[in-house]
């Protein structure tokens, strides 16, 4: 087969809501003699994935490695096209004759670069889609020095004139600029064609907008296009078209249909878009150091963070965007997909629990440990998980060398952390970093809703399976009490019953106990026949039902206390003595009980907990909800 004409290279990081719209979009041009190269640099989401299924090449770089003249360069030196199309992954072409358009001018032998019209769409900052319509009007324009200008959100190049001149790959921003510049002072033309048009769509915060400013203001100064002199009129410039801005507003004409907003939210996102532009602006133009930095390089290219609910104090709890830890050799990245709510997360946010009262653990925490995901990365230690996998995690993580680790006695590491809990955040957030070695892979189809519930059921194993080691013959069938139908009772009821035990379960809230009908497992809204049962399961933490279960269960019986907190209360151990009952008390679980629950829980039936499940916006809606007790388990949706 022929060579295609036009290679389009598209560089990418975290583009998975764009990028099938945009693959799709050049699929559909009438100028078909095109191949797509999508160049990622580290992309946390799945937008290698649908690299992989949709375009021609994917192209996966490094993100330390990253530069926008490398990513291009990287990309264009695997394409075939004699052309070149460069295109940002957040655009949208405006027809299908888009890309045919790009491209003829350079069947003229003076043009070295062309680009194109870009329209704001229905998300874009209003401001910034003003200065859009100014940058990119309707004109056809041919661009002879000094007016040095080009856009690689939407262009197109030659490929033996980059050959000669690849684009720059030291600079922050503005690499077509400077490769535009350079041809240009060889006496060749660089065209705007209005004529090809796309959407482009920034989603950006407050922080990026102004960094973004930032970064191509050292690039400009870099290159000599602007001077730290430029920096004395920005502000001036920037409140000119905040006034623009909102005359346009007033007085839309034809294009009043596409401004729905209210005056008042139009000033303010105006003035903030304007005033995080003007303080970029004149900070970059100010600063001629960075661009010596490598480190300063690096975190102004790339912003890592991600929204999480992160908790400051008791009742101190709100969405904030966080910075994403470093994947380390033995670290692995997750994206975190559905978060179950525990009680624990809600003793953290009023302050009861027991860890931050007595200075164990300390504030501030993004909380969560009932959680799955997708692995993103892995460290260069990590063997035993490949990117792309479903994954849960364990909660309890201890150090692995102290003397109580060797004994397999991890609740007793002094150095252990809890996810979400103590010392480690956890999965009120989009992403999370936490050791390999505490990762275990879901079968490939698992579903991840489901998958959440791993955790309260490696709990309830490992609490059971203490409980079992009691029982002289193990084999036997036993009639066993479960007393608390929430979702660890609930757990612990369905694993009992599924090893063939005969099971009662006991709780005031008769809601929790419909969810047992037609199971075969019995229930009672009592604790008076707690006589009959040699082996009973305390989940509730509640120390009335604990002082029925000492003073009621028979001679011999063996109990397992899962429920916390339980209060302070006095009580004789006589009845305990005299009458060879055992207690047993059980917490957190390890790795061989997650590896069980990832076994058992296909064979459960978990329908009752998904009745809720809301975004993580709403989270303190779901602490609330949770508390009340009107459903069983409350999931939040994450990504």
Known sequence: MNPPETSVVIRTFNEEKFLPGLLAAIKQQAYRDHETIVVDSGSMDRTREIAVQKADKLLAIESRDFTFGHSLNAGIQQGFGKYIVIVSAHTLPFNEYWLENLIKPLHDDTTAMVYGRQLGGRSSNFSEAQDMRRTFGKQRRVLRPPRFFANNANSAVRKDLWRQHPFDEGLLGLEDIEWAKYWMKRHYQVVYEPQAALYHIHTENWRQIRRRYYREAVAARWIGIQTTRHAAACSFLEATRLILDWGRFLYPGENRATTPMRFRDMARETIRFRANKSIGTIKGLLDGGVMENPNLK????????????????????????????????????????????????????????????????????????????????????????????????????????????????WIACRQRTELGVIGRNGGYAEYVVVPGRYVHRLPPDFDLMKACLCEPLAVALKGLKRLRRTWRDRKMQRQVAVVGAGSLGHLCARVLDLWGHRVTVFDQNRKRLRYFNGCGIAVSDNLSGLGDFESLVEVTGNPDALDGILHQSPAGARILLLGLPYAHQQYTFENIVAYDKMLVGSVGSAAKHFDLAIELLPQIKTDVFMEKVLPLSRFKEAWEIASSGKHLKIILKIN
Request: aromatic share 6%; charged share 25%.
């Open 298 to 409: 690096k975190k102004i290219l790339f912003d890592r963070t991600c929204k999480a609910v992160v908790i400051k104090g008791a009742h101190q709890a709100a969405i904030e965007e966080i910075e994403i830890p470093e994947v380390k050799p033995g670290d692995t990245l997750i994206r975190v997909a559905y978060e179950a709510v525990c009680a624990t997360d809600i003793e953290i946010y009023e302050g009861t629990l027991g860890y931050y009262q007595n200075g164990i653990a300390k504030y501030p925490i993004v909380p969560g440990h009932e959680f799955s995901g997708r692995v993103v990365s892995v460290g260069s230690n990590v063997n035993h998980l490949d990117v792309g996998d479903l994954v849960v995690v364990e909660c309890i993580q201890s150090c692995g060398s102290c003397e109580a680790c060797q004994r397999e006695n």
